[in-house]
């Protein structure tokens, strides 16, 4: 529903920066009229923001066909800022279904108090990003 009735017609893809805000922001409150969910809405909106610029930009700049030339370091740099944004959207689902804006600071300081915990995440996050493009990748060479 969201896809036929909102995404496309607000221009979908060619749009996608502009297109999230007022989809995400309908799901919050078509959910309940919530702090929690608008800032989950906001905080979803952006940590997707730079998936989205970067896609954009290294798709249609020419600055980036060194690293288009050496797939294996694209592949490690795609795995890095794809556990960064597994990161920032859990924040953004933990701010909307279970702490709160308020209890954003004090998740972001417990984490990071934790060394261990953030790197064993942003492993785990990693190797489960590289595994999903490569799985993407197989699928794609089989068509």
Not at 16 to 22: A, E, K, L, S, T
Not at 29 to 48: E, N, T, Y
Not at 68 to 81: A, E
Not at 95 to 109: A, E, K, S, T, Y
Request: proline share 4%.
């Amino acid at each position: 529903w969201l896809v036929r009735y909102m995404y496309i017609p607000f221009g979908g893809a060619r749009n996608q920066v502009y297109v999230i805000w007022p989809i995400f922001f309908f799901v919050a409150l078509w959910h309940d009229i919530d702090w929690r969910l608008l800032g989950w809405a906001s905080l979803m909106c952006l940590a997707f923001l730079p998936e989205i610029v970067i896609k954009h930009d290294f798709a249609n700049h020419s600055r980036w066909d060194w690293l288009r030339r050496q797939p294996d370091l694209l592949g490690i740099v795609q795995g890095m800022v794809a556990s960064l944004n597994i990161a920032a959207l859990m924040c953004g689902n933990m701010v909307g279904f279970v702490v709160g804006l308020d209890g954003l600071l004090p998740l972001i300081q417990e984490l990071v108090s934790s060394p261990l915990l953030v790197i064993t995440s942003l492993t785990s996050f990693y190797c489960a990003a590289r595994l999903m493009f490569s799985y993407q990748n197989y699928i794609y060479s089989t068509r």
